[in-house]
């Protein structure tokens, strides 16, 4: 079956634009997660979903990060105004269980 | 909050020797841990996980060993082949009205042929 989709693979925008980063989980999964990662580090936790509801956002770095689910299945990352430390593979996940137990391709922004 | 230190950061060794990669946390309520494999350029890929009322989880060449007293866990990787080249990363999790899971750095291993 279908894997966890992310969209789109790679993005490049200049310093101050607004993204939005799309995650389609595996169907029927309650748990959705979104991890950040830099070049050579592991991923960090951003932010964590049950369904529609976001039960933890406390990795993201600041308030121009928002995540929403509004639907329980498909996510959306958005950034706002983004710095060139914004510059990284987010990553989403999903899982009908404990932890993140399936990723997805990732996206990876270029912030220019 | 929850801290993964993992070490070591690179391992090299010979093909069918065995690799061992450890990892400590710091969040004593953690009770979930999983491992992943990530290729370059490739999603992480979870390999193996343990839950905090298990001692020891064996599938196939790897394993993994939770010494929730010491809060470390490690990852045993017998018969090396070239094919598990990758970076390998710990994580604990926390099951707290949700599973906020924090990842180690990394552990670059290279199986030699």
């Known amino acids: 079956g279908a894997g966890v989709s992310q969209s789109p693979r790679y993005k490049v925008a200049k310093r101050g634009q607004d993204v939005a980063l799309r995650c389609d989980p595996i169907s029927g999964h309650v748990s959705l997660f979104w991890y950040q990662q830099a070049l050579g580090q592991g991923p960090e936790f951003l932010t964590y979903?049950?369904?529609?509801?976001?039960?933890?956002k406390s990795g993201l770095p600041s308030d121009r990060f928002f995540a929403e689910r509004p639907e329980g299945s498909v996510s959306t990352l958005k950034i706002q105004r983004t710095q060139q430390e914004d510059s990284a593979v987010y990553l989403c996940?999903?899982?009908?269980?404990?932890?993140?137990?399936?990723f997805g391709p990732g996206t990876r922004l270029t912030v220019l | 909050g929850e801290n993964v230190e993992q070490h070591p950061s690179t391992l090299s060794v010979q093909e069918g020797d065995s690799a061992v990669i450890k990892c400590t946390y710091s969040?004593?309520?953690?009770?979930?841990f999983p491992w992943y494999k990530q290729e370059l350029g490739k999603r992480p890929q979870l390999i193996i996980d343990i839950r905090s009322n298990v001692g020891e989880k064996k599938d196939q060449r790897i394993a993994v060993t939770l010494n929730k007293t010491a809060k470390h866990f490690s990852l045993h990787i017998t018969e090396t082949q070239p094919e598990d080249s990758a970076v390998y990363f710990c994580?604990?999790?926390?099951?707290?009205?949700?599973?906020?899971?924090?990842f180690g750095a990394g552990t670059r291993l290279f199986v030699k042929a």
């Open positions: 994580a604990a999790s926390l099951n707290t009205g949700g599973f906020k899971t924090i």
């Open positions: 996940a999903s899982s009908s269980e404990a932890g993140p137990r399936f």
């Open positions: 969040d004593s309520a953690s009770n979930y």
């Open positions: 979903f049950q369904n529609e509801a976001q039960l933890d």
